[in-house]
């Protein structure tokens, strides 16, 4: 197992959630964006679906915003949207492997940043180092009895 699977079993509270995803969604994604997902993306989506440590609001809404943020301000093809905070920013996904590690990195962002400051703005190393953050934040905020999913 590795080490993002093994941190999201281990805090599967914050993770399994609703509507999981498909292969076949996820395919179809990937196709109309022109883009990989990451495994580990993949694997958590239909795994566990949604919930408060994905940190993914959901794909519908991240294929209809990266493809707005391409056309409007330019954001890179090789970005994604993974949640639009609206006017407190963007949470984006670079499906391209960072050259030094070999992941693919998170950028917290402002929109104003896109697409010439993005080296300026808040950098995750990775997917699981995003969701830590996330858990974190939400942590600080929900009542234990939401943390939960409960059908």
């Known amino acids: 197992m590795n080490n993002f699977r093994e941190f999201v079993t281990k805090n599967e509270i914050w993770f399994r959630g609703k509507c999981p995803e498909t292969d076949a969604s996820l395919d179809r994604v990937e196709r109309e ?9 993949r694997w958590l989506l239909k795994e566990y679906g949604y919930w408060h440590g994905t940190g993914i609001s959901n794909i519908e809404e991240s294929v209809e915003v990266t493809k707005n943020a391409r056309a ?3 954001l890179p093809n090789n970005y994604i949207v993974l949640y639009d905070n609206q006017d ?3 949470i984006l996904l670079n499906t391209e492997l960072d050259s030094v590690r070999g992941e693919h990195q998170v950028i917290d962002s402002g929109w104003e940043s896109i697409p010439e ?3 300026n703005e808040t950098l995750y190393p990775n997917f699981m180092a995003y969701t830590k953050i996330v858990i974190k934040t939400e942590a600080d905020f929900l009542d234990e009895e939401y943390v939960e999913y409960k059908e």
């Open 88 to 90: 407190n920013g963007v």
């Open 72 to 74: 409007h301000v330019q």
């Open 117 to 119: 400051k993005l080296n």
């Open 33 to 41: 964006l022109n883009i990989k997902l990451p495994s580990e993306i």
